[in-house]
């Protein structure tokens, strides 16, 4: 037990990565995958790279998916077993969590104590696992949300179904008993502090980060003629998953509002929306293109599927603004990648947005849903896009998936020292006076209340 407790107090040397609802192997911009994906992998891959092992545990979606997979040397992806394959939204997956976590306990037990040094979960559903866990194993559970169901129904957009009341008791619960948790701002932590009680000492923000030599600056006119866009069009890109959180439909009634103002742009706009449709999306999934042609702007449209990270960075590059216009975000990822592309932003006020944008700097950030302020918005940034692009790229320097590592490793180190702390704690022998001699003599077995 001393060498367990003495690796704890230093940097882990392996980490059970609890990924439910959605693989890191799976391709962002569809389904369930998005920022947390890209997120999990960027991570994994810089733990492994600094010679911590990862473990990263989600739940199989496909008989087809081998139970365990390389994802990168030192980054290992567990499929467990837990329910039909396929089928299943997350908000049927509660069901699924004992199954879930009887798999993860049982990999664990299959090793000597102490095989894991800490558990992080990502999102909710993971976090309900990762509290069983961190009390099975006797290691410091870190938790991060991505997003939080009081935020989102706070904000929810028309036609979206609120997030139900078991995923509210569901996030209070793991915020009430993870040893620490990562925000991706200022702003999230806030939120954590003054809609769920959380402990101000123990969240931590984290800025996740962006990988600056993947999305990087390039030629545009070269990235225009691999994705078959004339060289003179003006571009409006909208990356991410199909359904009313992202509103790809304000971009779209932008659009349209922009071709009324000037109809001699019609000749020359294209807005590009690449992603599929994900959550309540699903319930319409041509809505947006049924959208579209009601506007009478379908022929200015292009609907793509979601693009690997190359292909992702070519569209960046050849788009004249990104188009963040979503009713939340825990941060804004896209926004970030478009930046480290030279590409300038036009993004919603909320959420982690301000952050991942600099307003005036960077992009513009807009503070209402109106049409009319977005296009406004886009015509400021068309007008100084030579300025705003070099303010992109100098702000999305600023973010690095090493920095954002780099603390993730502090936050394990300390969290574990504590653990190891309190548990040696709780072996000291309370002292009580003796009555007879006055002296002060150790109670066999008694312990100090946790």
């Known amino acids: 037990m001393a060498a367990r407790r003495r690796h704890r107090s230093a ?12 693989s890191p192997l799976d391709q962002p911009g569809a389904g369930d995958a998005g920022g947390m994906n890209v997120y999990v992998v960027e991570v994994s891959r810089r733990l ?20 365990v997979a390389e994802m990168t040397p030192g980054v290992t992806v567990r499929h467990v077993s837990a329910g039909p394959f396929e089928g299943l939204g997350k908000e049927e997956l509660p069901a699924q969590l004992c199954a879930f976590t009887a798999a993860v306990l049982r990999e664990e037990a299959q090793h000597e104590p102490g095989h894991y040094d800490v558990v992080h979960s990502h999102y909710w559903l993971s976090g309900q696992v990762g509290w069983l866990a961190r009390d099975r194993w006797s290691v410091p559970l870190i938790h991060t949300a991505h997003t939080l169901a009081k935020v989102k129904n706070a904000a929810l957009a028309a036609g979206d179904s609120p997030e139900p009341r078991a995923r509210v008791i ?18 999230e932590a806030r939120q954590l502090v003054e809609h769920y009680g959380a402990d101000p000492r123990r969240t931590l923000v984290v800025p996740p980060g962006v990988d600056l030599d993947r999305f990087s600056p ?49 000749d020359r706009l294209e807005v590009h929306v690449v992603g599929a449709p994900s959550g309540s999306g699903l319930d319409a999934p041509r809505r947006l293109e049924e959208m579209a042609a009601r506007l009478g702007i379908g022929d200015r449209v292009r609907f793509l599927p979601p693009q ?13 603004v990104a188009v963040v216009p979503s009713h939340n975000e825990s941060f804004g990822l896209v926004a970030l990648e478009a930046q480290a592309c030279g590409t300038p932003v036009v993004a919603a006020a909320v959420g982690g947005l301000p952050t991942a944008v600099r307003d005036g700097v960077s992009g513009v950030l807009v503070g209402t849903r109106e049409p009319a302020d977005y296009a406004a918005a886009i015509r400021a940034v068309l007008g100084r896009r030579e300025l705003l692009s070099a303010g992109a790229r100098r702000h999305a320097g600023t973010f690095s998936w090493d920095r954002t590592v780099d603390a993730l490793v502090e936050a394990y180190t300390a969290a574990g020292a504590e653990m190891a702390a309190a548990a040696a704690l709780r072996r000291v022998p309370v002292l009580r006076p003796a009555r007879a001699l006055g002296a002060v003599l150790p109670v066999p077995g008694a312990q100090v209340a946790r």
């Open 11 to 22: 940097a882990p040397r392996r980490v059970a990565t609890l990924s439910v609802h959605t």
């Open 48 to 67: 492994a790279a600094r010679g911590i092992e990862v473990e990263v545990f989600t739940r199989a979606t496909s008989s087809d998916l081998p139970p």
């Open 170 to 187: 569901g996030e209070e619960q793991v915020v009430a008993e993870a040893d620490r948790l990562v925000a991706n701002t200022d702003d």
């Open 218 to 266: 390039g030629d545009r006119a070269a990235a225009r003629r691999e994705l078959g866009v004339p060289r003179g069009a003006v571009v409006l890109l909208f990356v991410g998953r199909i359904q009313p959180l992202k509103a790809p439909d304000l971009l779209l009634e932008t659009a349209a509002r922009m071709l009324a103002e000037d109809p001699a742009l019609r």
């Open 308 to 320: 690997h990270a190359e292909r992702l960075a070519l569209h960046y590059r050849a788009a004249d």
